[in-house]
């Protein structure tokens, strides 16, 4: 079961960035006294009483205008009510009960999804009693004081929170039909694939970006086997802000993104690879999931005998942090090496399933060891006592040294590139945990 999604959405100013980093524990996002400066990570995993979750800030570029910081809050509301499992709805004590918050607590009161009712800057709770009580009259339960600053009321927010979540049931564990989402721009063809593999018009497909109002989830039989395609085409409507499509086909990838095993990251052959495609790319990469690239439109490029050399030699470089990546030519619209796809969504699979004997393992450590000397700082070098596989879907691996300051990434890299030389894990990455010998879990 994927980790459930908590969206935090509010005006202008009400803390939601502040609260996004008092949760997530880093100055992750930008945070200023001027509205609308949310411009930097949106996502980020929290953990609370053994509960893991993807948080989202819904912030934005948000203009001064009141009617369009209204019609922009409508914008973040829907894009949570959407994606979320659960909402938090911050509020500014200081401001008041104002009347875009009545008109998009209405949103969410209809949505049916759980809002947990937030009102910030309470610094002091005895000092704003009576105005929290204020906010019952949004009519969307209890109103629960914090300050994100001064870090109070969170415990209490939280638990709320998770108790919205649903409980892991035995039928949801042993459902074992690999999902698949299909990522990427606005208007690169996502629904246009998934139409080709299940043959029938099921997803809205049109030349304006970001037609398909919702996220679908589609299964597909093929040779007796069962998958679940994920369809984050994402835009709810066309947007003239740049920024917001953006921000709003990140959030639905995120969401996608997590509940799928693999990812096929959709590019556009004629555009090429671009910044976007490596943004979409890095959080399926972040995230530990399988990455297919798919080069969509290949029928439209004019090709020569270096074209796919030329093509994938680009998409590597910008990728470069993913060069276990397959990289798949086709064409959605005329179902070129669809089949193939297929092929290597298996590959992946079973790659992302694959454990190692930790003697063999060992073994391919010890030769790594010889043919490179660990690094040394001021005369001290790292010993590496052995490595061992704990998990899979990544496969995950624990390497046990005498001094994890001295274990540079590069040579973990190093050791990596041994272990893919040996076993190949084709289109998954691989996690690597650093520990010193009797450090606990």
């Not at 934005?60 to 909402?87: H, K, N, T």
């Not at 947007?239 to 997590?258: H, L, P």
């Not at 052959?269 to 890095?282: H, L, M, R």
């Not at 660990?374 to 624990?398: A, E, N």
């Amino acid at each position: 079961m994927s980790k459930p999604v908590v969206a935090i959405v509010g005006r202008p100013n009400v803390g939601k960035s502040t609260l996004f980093n008092a949760l997530a524990g880093e100055m992750i996002s930008i945070v200023k006294d001027t509205p609308g400066v949310t411009r930097d990570r949106i996502y980020a995993d929290v953990t609370w009483l053994d509960r893991k979750f993807t948080m989202i800030d819904t912030g934005g570029i948000e203009p001064d205008s009141s009617d369009l910081i209204l019609s922009r809050m409508r914008e973040q509301a829907q894009i949570a009510i959407d994606v979320a499992d659960v909402i938090i709805f911050i509020t500014d004590v200081k401001d008041g009960l104002v009347d875009s918050d009545d008109k998009v607590a209405d949103m969410l009161r209809r949505s049916q999804k759980p809002v947990i009712l937030v009102v910030n800057k309470v610094d002091s709770v005895q000092k704003y009693q009576m105005d929290v009580y204020e906010f019952y009259n949004l009519g969307i339960g209890e109103p629960i004081a914090i300050s994100a600053a001064n870090r109070m009321g969170l415990g209490d927010m939280l638990d709320m929170v998770v108790s919205y979540f649903p409980e892991k049931t035995e039928e949801e564990e042993a459902e074992d039909i690999p999902k698949i989402a299909i990522v990427g721009k606005p208007n690169v063809g996502k629904s246009s694939l998934i139409n080709k593999l299940i043959g029938e018009e099921r997803v809205i497909v049109s030349d304006i970006a970001g037609t398909t109002r919702d996220a679908v989830d589609t299964r597909v039989k093929r040779n007796g086997r069962e998958y679940i395609f994920i369809d984050t085409a994402g835009l709810r409507r066309k947007s003239k802000i740049k920024e917001e499509i953006e921000r709003y086909s990140v959030i639905r990838t995120v969401t996608a993104v997590e509940r799928a095993d693999i990812a096929v990251i959709m590019i556009d052959a004629e555009e090429g690879v671009t910044e976007q495609d490596a943004k979409i790319a890095g959080i399926a990469h972040e995230r530990g999931k399988g990455v297919i690239i798919a080069v969509n439109k290949w029928d439209a490029v004019e090709k020569d005998d270096k074209t796919i050399y030329k093509h994938t030699e680009k998409i590597k470089n910008v990728l470069s942090y993913m060069p276990y990546a397959r990289i798949l030519f086709i064409s959605a619209k005329t179902g070129q090496r669809l089949q193939k796809l297929f092929e290597v969504i298996d590959v992946v699979i079973e790659n992302r399933a694959l454990r190692v004997q930790t003697g063999v393992l060992n073994e391919i450590l010890a030769e790594a060891v010889t043919l490179q000397q660990p690094p040394s700082d001021k005369g001290k070098r790292l010993k590496i006592f052995y490595m061992t596989q704990v998990g899979v879907k990544p496969p995950t691996f624990v390497i046990f040294v005498n001094d994890k300051e001295l274990m540079h990434f590069s040579y973990v890299r190093y050791l990596e590139n041994k272990i893919r030389d040996a076993f190949g894990f084709e289109g998954t990455s691989l996690k690597f945990i650093i520990r010193e010998r009797g450090e606990k879990d």
